[in-house]
């Protein structure tokens, strides 16, 4: 039954609530890709809702997470193209669940716009769903605001919430990192989505230069901006399967500095081998452009390695090779040892 829903006075207002209809039926093929086992209700309620399936679970433990695109979104803005950032708003959530061993269920959305255009909302929603399935989790609810004089009518804010499960026996255990486990890196696809207050000074995107087509790159320099963040989840989870993960870090805002001692115990250090993070051509574009030191380079971004998983020195070999059957180019880039130091690059 169609939706009769309508108010002259709030459309005067510049709230157009029927766009807002419009643009949930436009993104209903796009949530419907997402649909896994324990979906129970669509889009359209109060909640979303999903039942949990307990079988081998014998403690399970759900696991939070929330994040948002951040300031990446101005350039998805600038280039008129709105059907990545969903990846990159599911990515953030995703991939610090999994951090913890935990499997993505769920995966709900908030967008906030000045003007909802309901074909860019719809737009935007895909890349959301295509996030969820590259995750194997659901997309069961979301919200839609409409905010005229709060934003400005081409623009929006993007931010996401996840909730997964883990026996609580198989939780990650950071507590177990020792001296000599090998620490083994997944690759970036770029920026991923942090680091972009500083990227857009550098190169001073609002006043131009994203299509500026980099022979380095294979793309212009929007596009290999704007790629979206990679997300790890089913690699890991099938590694998890055969090798004891000690411990995991997502490579987000802060880069290595702030993230890999969050999976450290006190008194060690991860010693980074330089020459195993490879060439690193939009990470050297963007320190040559800043002028930007290594160190600083290391503290704001992931260089080209969006997470990090500790495992036994023994485990290494093996888990790199199922990491690699499971399409991660993954590698040993460093050792945990004794310091106190937190991170060292050598």
């Known amino acids: 039954m169609a939706n009769v829903s309508r108010s002259d006075s709030y459309a005067a207002a510049g709230v157009d ?41 014998t403690h399970p ?32 959530c995703v991939n610090d669940i999994v951090c913890c061993g935990a ?12 003007k909802n255009v309901p074909e860019k909302i719809a737009s935007i929603v895909s890349g959301v769903a295509e996030g969820c399935v590259q995750a194997g989790c659901a997309l069961i609810g979301g919200e839609t605001a409409e905010m005229p004089g709060f934003y400005p009518v081409d623009e929006y804010d993007l931010a996401g919430f996840s909730v997964g499960v883990v026996d609580k026996t198989k939780i990650f255990d950071p507590a177990s990192v ?12 770029g920026v991923h989505s942090n680091g972009f207050s500083l990227v857009r000074k550098v190169f001073d995107v609002e006043n131009g230069g994203l299509d500026f087509y980099c022979d380095d790159l294979g793309k212009t320099l929007g596009e290999a901006l ?5 997300i790890y989840v089913k690699p890991v989870l099938a590694l998890a399967e055969l090798v004891t993960v000690k411990a995991a870090s997502h490579i987000t805002g802060g880069g290595f500095y702030e993230n890999i001692p969050r999976s450290l115990p006190d008194g060690l250090t991860a010693c980074i081998d330089l020459k195993q993070i ?36 023994e ?5 790199v090779a199922i990491l690699r059957d499971n399409g991660e180019d993954a590698r040993i880039i460093g050792q945990v040892v004794a310091g106190e130091e937190r991170v060292t690059l050598v």
Do not use: Q, W
């Open 278 to 313: 490879g060439e690193t051509p939009l990470f050297d574009r963007i320190a040559a452009a800043g002028h930007i030191p290594l160190r600083d380079m290391y503290n704001t971004f992931n260089m080209g390695i969006g997470m990090c998983l500790t495992v036994s020195a």
């Open 61 to 92: 433990v759900l696991v939070s997470g929330t994040d948002g695109v951040g300031t990446k979104l101005k350039l998805a803005f600038l280039m008129d193209k709105h059907d990545t950032v969903g990846i990159d708003c599911v990515a953030m």
């Open 103 to 114: 499997k993505p269920l769920t995966f709900l959305d908030y967008i906030a716009c000045g």
């Open 178 to 189: 020792a001296a000599g486990d090998a620490l083994i890196g997944l690759p970036s696809s």
């Open 315 to 319: 485990d290494a070999d093996e888990a």
């Open 17 to 57: 609530i029927t766009a807002g209809y419009r643009a949930v039926e436009l993104m209903k093929k796009h949530i419907a890709r997402t649909n896994i086992p324990g979906v129970v209700s669509g889009i359209g309620g109060f909640g979303g809702l999903f039942e949990l399936d307990m079988t081998g679970l």
């Open 226 to 230: 704007l790629e979206p963040t990679r």
